[in-house]
């Protein structure tokens, strides 16, 4: 055989059908096989017109009483309307768009079996565009009589003609599809085998349940949601183990080292911290990599952590890379770094990109040679010419700013395998984590410092606008500091800009005897750097700023912030930006103006953040309204597309996946059994297919 046939030799597929079909991408049978529909209709019994309901899409059938319309121009349009009674009642079906062929189908006195969705219309019920099932199509095995799979649009394929192709396909090819997991597999996914399930979810048995199959609870829908989810975390737990038997330099504390951070610790640590610090501690004394995600919300203390780490390493002369995502934070890590090590013999140094090029290549001289223990910087750390002495500890803060390549690049900075911290401020929903951070170990900072005040807030429609305006003067009056936030202009960056010049202007009008100040993202680093310093010295006293302020940033006079636009943000993005203000010890409000159109949905979608400053319940909500595709950290992380598979909906599915991969390959790594030749196949084959990630 010369590859795999054409759709074109699947009967009732002419070269026509074929290249329409092929422009969908399905060219093979076997393509077609994993074409699926994207509902069902319940066409098992005719409907009786009087229990016909408003919403439902059912057969119904009936004498045709009356045919109107035809060219005629009817109110303009081209309708066509045929009224039918089936003795309980009358329904009328509409067409927009009248074709002779139309006419032809319908002659009065005559009966007709129609199938769409029902609705009401000046009391009468109706149905548009309704496909025609011919009076003898009653015992059509694939268009009526029962549970009938609802298709993808193809351009240029009728949607029953799409029907018979596929009936064809599925007799012919589905059983031919072989199954490639183990049994074991099978029954602790609680799935049934793959030829059953590509039959039954194209054309599902008589006995189904169509609700079940709408909600991709049926158990073969779950056959290949698992399938899709396993693969994930294969590769993830995979990951997992290779970095663990990887050898790395054991980096244990000692009673002195511990002695001389706990001098220096500005505050109590908080019990979380405590314990996110002996997991942490606990991993880098080992000659393994530790491989750990530091999760946190927004102001929990994860700074004080990354900082008692590169002590530890400090102390047995090793060096530190802290990577961060802007060189704002880069520069707020330096100097508390700085201040924290004061009088120590620990020399640390700054890399970004902006610095000039002699500073940056006696940087790079100092971490070259050594002379450098802890280096602080963006992206620059990880670029080219950048050569770390000994570099046994990597930082990453904001992970979710960075791609999984950019971890890998800090990795390969190191002579063996470093150990690897990755933080991160956006609380990740579990289920999301286990796809997103699956190769990594988790802990959690789950407690805020003492003190902490939740910040007030409010959402304000664009009416009250006078309203928000007024606090924010209370605040600067009571010696506050404030923070106006502008969306980015997703279409233009000088559309951003030009909001965010224009509201500084408005702003400077305003507060005339106040500092103002702008932030965005093409100012040069030296500029954003002073404007941010004159903002933390409260020489700038209300900063208006794109969403670059968005990260770690530490200005804990700040009390109030205004969000312009703040339906174009995210609720976890939101909650990113308002962990900005209530930092110090006065309470804080966040001001959330909606406006325009869709203010009151927006309003509703807000709500959640008036009712909870928890970052976690915030990312639930967020994840159910937008799903992951929008999640920080999602597009970065090369995952695969999820086809079948939604993470809330399959949260159940997704965790038995994970288990069952982590069991897999704790008792077969190499698939090397003759029971897992299939599934180590389809592994080889799914891994060639993604190569970019796996
Ligand atoms: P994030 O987790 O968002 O990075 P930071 O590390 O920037 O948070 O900490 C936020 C603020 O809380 C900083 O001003 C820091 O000094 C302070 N802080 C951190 N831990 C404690 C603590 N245990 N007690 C009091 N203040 C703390
Ligand atoms: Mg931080």
Same mark, same amino acid.
């Given at each position: ?24 991408? =399905? ?66 079906? &509409? ?348 802990? =959690? ?7 902490? &005040? ?47 010049? &224009? ?182 084959? &799914? ?8």
């Amino acid at each position: 055989m010369s590859g795999p046939p054409s759709i074109q030799y699947v009967k009732g597929v002419g070269p026509r059908l074929a290249e329409k079909l092929a422009a969908r991408g =399905v060219r093979t049978p076997l393509d077609a096989l994993y074409f699926f529909p994207k509902g069902y209709e319940d066409r098992r019994r005719i409907v009786p017109l009087r229990s016909v309901k408003p919403g439902m899409t059912v057969p119904v059938k009936g004498q045709v009483l009356g045919v109107r319309g035809g060219g005629r121009g009817w109110g303009g349009r081209r309708l066509f309307e045929v009224v039918l009674s089936d003795g309980t009642g009358r329904l009328s079906a &509409k067409w927009f768009h009248y074709r002779p062929s139309l006419a032809e189908r319908f002659r009065v006195g005559e009966t007709a079996v129609l199938c769409g969705p029902v609705r009401l219309f000046q009391f009468r019920l109706e149905m548009h565009h309704p496909e025609i099932l011919a009076a003898a199509d009653e015992s059509d095995p694939v268009n009526m009589g029962r549970i009938v799979p609802v298709y993808p649009v193809v351009e240029g394929v009728p949607p029953r003609t799409l029907r018979k192709i596929q009936w064809e396909v599925v007799r012919k090819y589905a059983s031919t599809e072989k199954e490639v997991f183990p049994r074991w597999i099978l029954d602790a996914a609680d799935v049934p085998p793959v030829h059953e399930s590509l039959e039954t979810l194209h054309f599902p048995p008589p006995e189904a349940d169509a609700e079940t199959l709408l909600s991709f609870s049926s158990p073969p829908q779950q056959r290949l949601i698992f399938g899709e989810l396993f693969y994930i975390q294969w590769v993830l737990a995979r990951r997992r183990s290779g970095v663990m038997k990887e050898v790395a330099e054991p980096l244990p504390w000692d009673r002195e080292i511990v002695a001389e951070i706990k001098k220096r610790l500005p505050f109590r640590l908080t019990d979380a911290q405590r314990r996110v610090l002996n997991e942490i501690l606990k991993d880098m004394s080992l000659p393994h990599p530790m491989h750990r995600l530091l999760q946190g919300d927004v102001g929990s203390g994860k700074t004080i952590v990354a900082w008692v780490a590169a002590m530890v390493a400090w102390r047995k002369g090793v060096q530190t890379a802290l990577m961060a995502p802007t060189e704002i934070l880069a520069e707020q890590h330096y100097n508390r770094f700085s201040a924290l090590c004061e009088g120590l013999p620990v020399r640390i140094v700054l890399l970004t990109s902006s610095l000039s090029a002699p500073k940056r290549e006696k940087a790079r001289e100092e971490i070259r040679e050594g002379k450098a223990d802890v280096v602080i910087g963006t992206h620059a750390i990880i670029q080219e010419g950048v050569e770390f002495r000994e570099m046994a500890l990597g930082i990453i803060d904001e992970q979710h700013r960075f791609g999984v390549l950019q971890r890998a690049a800090l990795r390969g900075k190191g002579r063996m395998s470093p150990h690897l911290l990755v933080m991160t401020a956006t609380p990740i929903p579990r289920t999301l984590a286990m796809t997103l951070y699956g190769d990594l170990d988790v802990s =959690v900072i789950d407690e805020m410092p003492p003190g902490r &005040k939740p910040v007030e807030t409010a959402v304000v429609a664009e009416g009250k606008r006078n309203k928000a305006w007024e606090r924010v003067r209370k605040e600067l009056l009571a010696g506050g500091q404030a923070y106006i936030i502008l969306p980015l202009v997703e279409e233009s960056e000088t559309l951003t800009l030009r909001d965010a010049r &224009k509201t500084y202007e408005r702003v400077r009008e305003a507060f005339p005897d106040t500092g103002v100040g702008l932030l965005h993202g093409r100012m040069k680093p030296g500029e954003k750097e002073s404007v941010m310093r004159r903002f933390q010295k409260g020489e700038i006293r209300i900063l208006v700023s794109t969403t670059v302020v968005e990260v770690g940033v530490d200005v804990p006079e700040a009390t109030v912030m205004m969000v312009e636009h703040a339906e174009r943000f995210g609720l976890s993005q939101l909650h990113q930006l308002r962990g900005r203000v209530g930092r110090g010890s006065r309470p804080s409000v966040c001001l959330l103006m909606v406006g325009g159109e869709q203010g009151e949905d927006a309003a509703a979608r807000l709500s959640v953040m008036e009712r909870t400053n928890d970052g976690f319940r915030i990312a639930e909500e967020d994840l159910k309204i937008r799903g992951p595709g929008d999640f920080a950290g999602v597009r970065q992380s090369g995952i695969p597309d999820l086809v079948f598979s939604d993470i809330v909906r399959d949260a159940r599915i997704l965790a038995r996946s994970r288990e069952i991969a982590i069991t897999l390959l704790e008792r077969d790594p190499d698939l090397s059994d003759p029971e897992h030749a299939g599934v180590k196949g389809w592994l080889e084959r &799914k891994d060639a297919a993604a190569s970019a990630w796996a």
